[in-house]
């Protein structure tokens, strides 16, 4: 059975930062894409960045600049770091595991349980 477990989530002040770390038990981890969402309270889940696994990323408009998206295949883990945190990333945050087919169908997809992420002064 896969695992995908984050970590690194809690309380900080606007302005602060915190990295979020995610962990698959995945036998080949570096072949998936790696995304962490977010869903704020009373709102849907959204993208909030991705790695391929051959290391392109993307990011959300609102975290461009303040996010960074990161991957250590030795590790089997993914970091999200965010740097100058507002209020509104106040969030649960999840991260993603998925392998696609060349044809763009999904053929594996994992999700951890997620970690709260709360901006506040």
């Known amino acids: 059975q896969v695992q995908v477990v984050e970590s690194g989530g809690g309380l900080v002040q606007p302005g602060g930062s915190l990295r979020l770390s995610c962990t698959a038990s995945?036998?080949?981890?570096?072949?998936?894409?790696m995304g962490w969402y977010r869903q704020p309270p009373g709102k849907q889940r959204e993208l909030v960045a991705d790695?391929?696994?051959?290391?392109?990323?993307r990011y959300a408009d609102s975290v461009k600049g303040r996010f960074t998206i990161s991957r250590d295949n030795a590790k089997k883990t993914v970091f999200l770091q965010m740097d100058s945190l507002k209020p509104e990333d106040t969030a649960v945050y999840y991260c993603n595991a998925e392998m696609r087919a060349s044809n763009g169908q999904t053929l594996y997809d994992y999700w951890g349980q997620g970690t709260q992420v709360t901006v506040s002064s």
């Open positions: 790695i391929t696994s051959r290391d392109a990323t």
């Open positions: 995945l036998n080949v981890f570096s072949l998936f894409a």
